[in-house]
């Protein structure tokens, strides 16, 4: 059984470094080096309004891959519309129950101690193998991330924060 995913959540001082890390996070992600069930870029901007970029909607996309399927099978027994409706809310209870994301409440409890300007990354990591810990470690790092909070047990959390704050002295 795969363990359950572990919630980091990287502060930045600017937007621009945060979206520098996300960029990061996802050529990883499409290189099958890190293993993200979702994730979200949240920044409060110079007008104080926080803005909120999901990586994935995990019952979203549950319910939009239900909907195509169920819109095939409808058309097959001559009921689309219902195979469609049918679909998407199993679709949607399956990632519900199957595939938890990065939770709202979360995000915007977070969001609420932002200053204008900065932004956090939250990454729910489903799997890091050690290599490829390195390997986000180094790609993250130029991006001067913090640890704010995270879910990892605490000897894992200490040594990602430590990696990520040797950039004072490779800096």
Same mark, same amino acid.
């Given at each position: 059984?795969?363990?359950?995913?572990?919630?980091?959540?990287? +502060?930045?001082?600017?937007?621009?470094?945060?979206?520098?890390?996300?960029?990061?996070?996802?050529?990883?992600?499409?290189?099958?080096?890190?293993?993200?069930?979702?994730?979200?870029?949240?920044?409060?901007?110079?007008?104080?309004?926080?803005?909120?970029?999901?990586?994935?909607?995990?019952?979203?996309?549950?319910?939009?891959?239900?909907?195509?399927?169920?819109?095939?099978?409808?058309?097959?027994?001559?009921?689309?519309?219902? +195979?469609?409706?049918?679909?998407?809310?199993? +679709?949607?209870?399956?990632?519900?129950?199957?595939?938890?994301?990065?939770?709202?409440?979360?995000?915007?409890?977070?969001?609420?101690?932002?200053?204008?300007?900065?932004?956090?990354?939250?990454?729910?990591?489903?799997?890091?193998?050690?290599?490829?810990?390195?390997?986000?470690?180094?790609?993250?790092?130029?991006?001067?991330?913090?640890?704010?909070?995270?879910?990892?047990?605490?000897?894992?959390?200490?040594?990602?924060?430590?990696?990520?704050?040797?950039?004072?002295?490779?800096?």
């Amino acid at each position: 059984m795969a363990a359950d995913p572990r919630l980091v959540v990287l +502060g930045f001082d600017s937007l621009e470094q945060a979206r520098a890390a996300w960029t990061s996070a996802r050529r990883l992600r499409s290189r099958r080096r890190l293993d993200l069930a979702d994730g979200a870029l949240v920044w409060r901007d110079e007008s104080g309004q926080i803005m909120v970029h999901r990586l994935a909607s995990p019952p979203r996309t549950a319910a939009l891959g239900g909907a195509v399927c169920g819109g095939v099978l409808g058309t097959v027994f001559f009921a689309p519309v219902i +195979g469609v409706g049918l679909g998407a809310g199993l +679709g949607a209870l399956v990632g519900r129950v199957f595939g938890p994301g990065v939770d709202e409440t979360q995000i915007r409890r977070v969001a609420g101690h932002l200053q204008p300007g900065r932004a956090v990354v939250f990454a729910l990591v489903r799997h890091s193998g050690d290599e490829a810990v390195d390997d986000v470690v180094a790609a993250l790092r130029p991006h001067r991330p913090r640890v704010i909070m995270s879910t990892l047990p605490a000897g894992r959390q200490r040594r990602l924060t430590e990696a990520l704050d040797r950039r004072a002295a490779s800096a």
